[in-house]
């Protein structure tokens, strides 16, 4: 069974910073995609950042320049380093990765992660 468990959620200020992580655990056999969504409440849930296992990466328009996805392939973790938050960036930030078993590929998601930033 695979587990995704991110962390490093928090409250802070506008114009501060939060390192998010989530590592995935479990009897995996490889991960390609490795990717941030994020959801504020009455909204739907909107890709922030994503990174492929070649290193490519895509990030949303409104956090180019402020936000940036990082991973750690050796401990099957990827990171968000979040700088200049402001308070629309509040919302559960939830990891999500496509993971290779001996079984199958599928998408697998954490539980998520609140971030909040007040003004």
């Known amino acids: 069974q695979v587990q995704l468990v991110e962390s490093g959620g928090g409250l802070v200020q506008a114009g501060g910073s939060l390192r998010l992580s989530c590592a995935a655990s479990?009897?995996?056999?490889?991960?390609?995609?490795m990717s941030w969504y994020r959801q504020a409440p009455g909204t739907q849930r909107d890709l922030v950042a994503v990174?492929?296992?070649?290193?490519?990466?895509n990030y949303a328009d409104s956090v180019k320049g402020r936000f940036t996805i990082s991973r750690d392939n050796a401990k099957n973790t990827v990171f968000l380093q979040m700088n200049s938050l402001k308070p629309e960036d509040t919302a559960v930030y939830y990891c999500?990765?496509?993971?290779?078993?001996?079984?199958?590929?599928?998408?697998?998601w954490g539980l998520g992660t609140q971030v909040t930033v007040s003004s």
């Open positions: 479990g009897r995996i056999s490889s991960i390609n995609d």
């Open positions: 990174i492929t296992s070649a290193g490519s990466i």
């Open positions: 999500a990765a496509h993971i290779c078993t001996v079984v199958r590929c599928q998408w697998y």
